[in-house]
């Protein structure tokens, strides 16, 4: 009789106190994995401006920094410059916007004026004016951007490179 | 497999032993509910600990990032308004918790000896307490925390000979700011829950040397044969409080939305401090030590009050733990324990009646949702006061003072041209407009508007429908919004007011959406459109205004009534959703993404 008692009273309190346990450690597990459930540092904008459309001259690419917010966490910072990039403003008003980047290694292209070409100064990779590699080692053309125009400025997508 | 797991472990560790140590503690007398209250604690402190490991990692000790940190951890992070609502509920109960424990210990007569360092560790813990309650009510940085820590610090203060120096070394310099925090935030997490270990570690270990303290009438030999085995027999009843403790936790959490933040601390406002509960009989208490005196109520009375509680064990040496035999001993602890109470009503009652300390309160209710509303949008890497510059009333204040104030006054300042702002878009403002347009208070001489001559009940149900055409309306009646209708549409108002269609002309201004955005905008712009005063117009038009400080100026006006809710302003994104008394629904903020 005592230890059927007894017995119950074991199974009772580590069957209560496992519903304890797991009532506080759902809330707790909850707010540990909150970065896994919601981004925490992001840019505010998917379109960043990038200026005018008069400001680009028709057929010389003009590289341009990359200015937007960030959020993190709770902070917000204005005006970081993210990266920069390429934009090439075409006859019919179309707009390309390139990758500073190489897509061979990485390095800072050029726009060569005399040759109408970008230039990548590391080893040689050479890309005509739609970004198409014309000679040396790039396994591909360059990066670009998701572009639009709105109201008359030049909006892109800096999260995605296509 | 397992089974030989577990022999390797308890050959190399001897955990089961341990356990059996821990766990076979014989409870002579019986195992009792009256003995859970220790236990309570025990649990509550680990809730304590655990959910504080897991703000922490939210947390920012700064005085620019605490208030943005606490605020993500709020109004952001999955759980977290729930995680850091048990740990503010859990604080009080801790308390309360405390303060039964206590008691129980001392009508039980357990402090006598040989317990008496029992007794005098358990007071130790009492007071780390205390220091957690205090230390951690500074760290959201949020007005609340701040002005009510001043006082704190300040009565630090007054402490002779030493006090300056005690106030510099809390609060780090000469001055509120980043050391503050910080050295609140090493107490709060790293030095009061060592010491409390320490002392916790004490207060058992004495406890399981000299057992249980049963009650005073249960015989000799009861004590001596009836002997309970604290796993499970104590253990089961200090589990089912464990669990009644958090379910009502919990559920408190659930019912109130957490823990209140308010707005971020600023030095240069006029905030009204006021402590945690479990200190408001100090507070009160200094409302009567004045002058010189002050230091009877910082220093002397709760010295006294805590020598006595230390003393206690060595002055009543009476063997017998019969309450009937300590009669002075309990007329003491409860006339201070009834002081106590007291004090804290009195300090609750004041409060709720003093008109001023209830609208100080509104404005900082109204102030603190505003806060929220603007770090929703991010908080500058300045500081959380920071959001407010950007703030468009705080740039309409501006613009009215500059452009507007000349003619309207507004709370007793002001020119007397056009009608008194004050209160400006109320009910009551609209009431007073209809009961006498040529009111000082109104347009004066100028009003051409017959009054409105019916009861008051139907004046207000005329402002309710009125004012229903803009958004915002703080706890809208629709039977009255009907009944106002009523009298409007069917009333002589539309003989000389245009109503339903925005660009009618009559004698009068057009009533159509009257004081939403767009009917102030247009107004502002241009007061002697016909659709408005025509050729009567006396003010002028400020159609210079660009639209971002015409917008700032309309919400600085709609903060001027009191009967408008700011919160729901529609350029929210529509992400965060805050009511002034949270409730459960903030759950589904936690999980939306980022827009």
Redesign the interface.
């Known amino acids: 009789m005592e230890n059927n008692r007894?017995r119950f009273?074991?199974i009772?309190?580590h069957s209560?106190?496992g519903?304890?346990a797991a009532?506080?450690a759902a809330?707790?597990v909850?707010?540990?994995?909150?970065p896994l459930?919601?981004?925490t540092v992001?840019g505010?904008e998917d379109f960043i401006n990038l200026g005018k459309l008069e400001d680009f001259p028709v057929g010389v690419p003009k590289k341009i920094n990359v200015t937007s917010?960030k959020?993190d966490?709770?902070?917000?910072?204005?005006g970081l410059v993210m990266g920069s990039v390429w934009v090439l403003r075409k006859e019919d008003n179309s707009i390309n916007v390139f990758s500073v980047n190489c897509p061979h290694l990485g390095c800072g292209i050029n726009w060569g004026e005399e040759e109408k070409q970008f230039l990548c100064p590391c080893h040689g990779g050479v890309f005509d004016m739609s970004g198409k590699v014309i000679s040396g080692p790039p396994p591909r053309g360059l990066y670009s951007y998701d572009t639009k125009i709105q109201n008359n400025s030049v909006l892109v997508n800096y999260n995605k490179l296509i | 497999m397992a089974n030989k797991l577990g022999e390797w472990i308890e050959d190399r560790t001897g955990l089961s032993k341990l356990l059996k140590v821990m766990l076979d503690e014989p409870v002579h007398g019986g195992a009792k509910w009256s003995y859970i209250f220790g236990s309570g604690l025990v649990f509550l402190f680990i809730l304590q600990a655990a959910t504080g490991i897991f703000m922490a990692s939210y947390y920012s000790p700064s005085s620019t990032a605490a208030w943005g940190s606490v605020y993500y951890l709020q109004h952001k992070a999955s759980f977290g308004w729930f995680v850091r609502g048990l740990h503010h509920f859990g604080s009080s109960a801790m308390m309360v918790v405390a303060i039964a424990h206590m008691f129980q210990v001392f009508i039980f007569g357990a402090y006598k000896k040989p317990r008496e360092l029992n007794w005098i560790s358990g007071v130790i813990l009492l007071l780390f307490l205390a220091g957690f309650g205090l230390t951690g009510y500074l760290l959201p940085w949020d007005q609340k925390g701040y002005w009510a820590t001043q006082v704190a610090t300040n009565i630090m203060g007054t402490v002779p000979l030493i006090g300056k120096y005690i106030k510099i070394l809390h609060q780090g310099g000469s001055d509120y700011g980043n050391f503050t925090i910080t050295r609140f935030y090493t107490l709060h997490v790293f030095l009061l829950p060592l010491s409390l270990i320490f002392f916790l570690f004490i207060h058992i270990a004495l406890f399981r040397k000299h057992g249980v303290t049963p009650y005073w009438k249960m015989k000799e030999d009861v004590i001596r044969n009836h002997v309970d085995p604290f796993w499970p027999d104590q253990i089961f009843k200090d589990v089912v409080f464990a669990l009644g403790i958090y379910a009502v936790l919990a559920g408190i959490v659930f019912w109130t939305g957490g823990a209140e933040l308010q707005a971020p601390a600023d030095p240069a406002s006029n905030y009204l401090a006021r402590p945690e509960w479990y200190f408001l009989f100090l507070f009160e208490l200094l409302k009567y030590c004045q002058g010189n005196y002050l230091i009877v109520g910082t220093v002397i009375i709760p010295t006294l009050a805590l020598a006595f509680l230390i003393v206690l064990p060595f002055i009543d040496r009476n063997i017998s733990r019969y309450p009937s035999k300590r009669i002075p001993f309990f007329v003491a602890i409860f006339s201070g324990w009834a002081g106590a109470v007291v004090l804290t009503l009195l300090a609750m009652h004041h409060d709720s009646k003093d008109i001023h300390i209830i609208q100080q309160r509104e404005e900082a209710e109204k102030q603190a949702a505003r806060a929220i509303k603007l770090a929703d949008k991010g908080i500058p890497p300045t500081g959380a006061l920071s959001i407010f510059l950007h703030d468009p009333i705080t740039l309409g204040e501006k613009i009215f003072k500059e452009s507007c104030n000349g003619c309207h006054m507004l709370r007793g300042e002001g020119g007397e041209n056009g009608p008194d702002f004050t209160n400006f878009g109320s009910r009551e403002w609209i009431v007073g407009l209809l009961k006498n347009p040529k009111d000082k208070k109104y347009f004066k001489e100028s009003g051409m508007m017959p009054p409105v001559k019916l009861p008051d009940e139907s004046l207000l149900d005329m402002a309710e429908f009125l004012l229903s055409q803009s958004a915002g309306l703080i706890n809208q009646n629709a039977e009255r919004v009907e009944r106002g209708k009523e009298l409007v549409l069917k009333g002589n108002c539309v003989v000389c007011h245009p109503m339903g269609n925005k660009d009618l002309k009559k004698m009068a201004p057009n009533l159509t959406e009257y004081l939403s955005e767009t009917w102030l905008k247009e107004f502002i712009r241009n007061p002697a459109d016909p659709k408005f005063y025509g050729t009567r117009n006396k003010m002028p038009a400020f159609d210079k205004f660009t639209d971002s400080q015409l917008d700032a100026l309309i919400q600085y006006l709609f903060s001027l009534s009191k009967d408008r809710d700011l919160v729901s302003e529609k350029q929210g994104t529509g992400r965060q959703r805050y009511v002034f008394i949270p409730t459960f629904p903030q759950i589904s903020v936690n999980f939306k993404g980022k827009s």
């Not at chain 1, 909850?30 to 909150?34: E, Q, S, Y």
């Open positions: 007894r009273l074991k009772a309190s209560l106190g519903i304890l009532g506080i809330p707790l909850g707010l540990g994995i909150h459930l919601k981004e992001y505010t917010s959020m966490a709770w902070n917000v910072f204005e």
